[in-house]
């Protein structure tokens, strides 16, 4: 049930297409406003969304038009719809620019087809990446990097200035520890990203530009894009590796919980997850850590601390609503610093890289073995002991590989190269999740394991190419030529065999691994 002040604003109704009564641009934003903090929030299983971002609509068939009249807004602030089960009413959240004292709106509940014109100054301008570097000292070309796009929509307080608050504090401690005379071990790179928001641009431009250098020498890539748009649910993403690195920092870092019952965010993070195995979100592609995981297998995290954040990019995303409402003291904000820092520091001194194979292997066959594959293959008669196999090994070479961990801990007569070829092996399992063609009819998605989904750009799926390609199959089955669409699972199938087996022999200590 809405509170009652979201009532009035928002006021669901299907017939209505979920739009609220004629009001002013004034009254409208009086009652947006009067939404207390805490009580309304979005369903977070929306796939629909029109916003202000890089002109990717995605439009609700329920929503489809009904009338060839039209109406005009000159001014476009920010359009987004939401979809969600409830009574089986649809919800549509609207904050415009009015010219016309609500009269659009009025025509919107009518059902007439709503015609959007954006007034865009097109030009060609240069963008900036701009980085900061500490060398390391005993693996100088081994590179750890931080970043956060730089850019925003109008003032951008949460997004992404809270990360850039991060960026600056982690680059504040840094330079304190290097007057004091402290190098780490391996090159640590602070990144500045420019142009994000048309398209995640900067970062995909720098992936581009040094994609063999990356892949050689970048151990990890950690991003702090939105570090706090709330105080209470930390939801980080990551490749499987960075759980007990990320367990770890989020233990030593403080609670941001409004209601302060917490003395770390690895509790909060429990609480919040309702788990006393937090969850890690899958990465998907809506930051810059996108063309990195994407493009040159790096292992990757985002941390965020998230909750309602009702001025998602819009000219209400400022100072005032980020202090008074989403992180009112900087708590979130200092919590995912002070873990960002804590990955940072034990990527780049640990003699060993502190990501963990096994980690990735029973994530990745735990959520195979859950899922309905096996039983969607077997019903069409397409065989499943392909990726199975591979799957069993990854997870056999995975455990070996971690049990030579603290053999090459206590063994002092142990050279550096020895170390240096154990943690290149865990740089060379994920890039062997990289399969050059890429997805179907997304080449630039070549991450075959981790990448998002065509159903959600935004968050991310396991082996998304083989089960999109099964829901594909599924939803063409009275098709004259659905033959096809499953061929295209085969191929899929044996696809993702292939580069799990890979990931497997990357870790292997045998000269030609089975």
Not at 130 to 135: A, L, N, P, S, T
Not at 453 to 464: A, E, H, K, M, R
Request: glycine share 4%.
């Amino acid at each position: 049930m809405l509170p009652t002040t979201a009532r009035k604003v928002l006021n669901p109704s299907l017939k209505a297409l979920g739009c609220p009564p004629p009001v002013s641009r004034e009254e409208l934003l009086k009652l947006a406003w009067e939404i207390p903090p805490h009580t309304f929030t979005p369903p977070q299983n929306t796939r629909t969304m029109i916003q202000r971002k890089n002109m990717k609509l995605d439009y609700p068939a329920s929503l489809s038009c009904r009338s060839t009249s039209t109406t005009h807004f000159p001014f476009l602030e920010t359009l987004q719809v939401k979809k969600w089960r409830e009574t089986g009413k649809v919800l549509v959240v609207m904050m415009c620019r009015f010219t016309d004292t609500g009269q659009d709106l009025e025509r919107i509940q009518k059902g007439k087809k709503l015609k959007i014109t954006v007034n865009l100054d097109y030009k060609i301008v240069e963008i900036e990446n701009i980085f900061g570097v500490m060398k390391g000292q005993q693996e100088p070309d081994r590179w750890i990097m931080i970043g956060n796009h730089r850019d925003t929509w109008v003032h951008g307080a949460v997004d992404a200035t809270t990360g850039l608050a991060t960026l600056n504090e982690i680059g504040h401690g840094l330079s304190e520890l290097r007057e004091r005379g402290w190098r780490p071990r391996r090159t640590i790179v602070l990144a500045s990203w420019g142009a994000e928001e048309q398209g995640i641009i900067g970062s995909t431009e720098f992936v581009e530009d040094y994609m063999t250098l990356l892949q050689e020498k970048m151990v990890a890539y950690i991003n702090v894009d939105v570090a706090a748009s709330d105080r209470d649910n930390f939801t980080p993403a990551a490749t499987p590796n960075f759980r007990p690195l990320l367990e770890r920092a989020t233990k030593h870092a403080s609670s941001s919980y409004h209601a302060g019952n917490f003395s770390t965010l690895y509790e909060q993070w429990q609480h919040t997850s309702k788990s006393m195995t937090p969850k890690i979100k899958d990465l998907g592609s809506g930051s810059d850590y996108a063309a990195f995981i994407n493009m040159a297998g790096v292992s990757c995290i985002d941390l965020t601390i998230t909750g309602p954040y009702y001025t998602y990019h819009t000219e209400y995303d400022n100072f005032e609503y980020l202090s008074e409402h989403a992180d009112p003291g900087m708590k979130a904000t200092k919590a995912v610093t002070e873990v960002a820092a804590r990955i940072i520091f034990e990527l780049s001194t640990e003699k060993l890289v502190p990501l963990n194979a096994t980690s990735y292997s029973t994530y990745v066959s735990h959520k195979i073995s859950t899922s309905e594959l096996e039983r969607d293959l077997t019903e069409e008669g397409i065989e499943y002991d392909i990726l199975k196999k591979s799957l069993a090994k990854f997870v056999e070479n995975a455990k070996e590989y971690e049990a030579r961990r603290p053999k090459l801990l206590d063994d002092k007569s142990r050279k550096q190269m020895d170390m240096r070829r154990f943690n290149d092996q865990m740089l060379q399992m994920e890039r062997s999740f990289i399969y050059p063609p890429g997805l179907p009819n997304r080449p630039q998605n070549r991450h075959i394991l981790i990448a998002p989904s065509i159903l959600n750009s935004y968050s991310g799926s396991v082996f998304p190419g083989l089960f999109d390609s099964i829901a594909i199959a599924k939803e063409k089955k009275d098709d004259p030529e659905s033959d096809k669409y499953w061929n295209e699972v085969k191929k899929q199938l044996t696809i993702a065999a292939w580069v799990t087996k890979a990931a497997a022999r990357a870790l292997s200590s045998d000269v030609f691994p089975a």
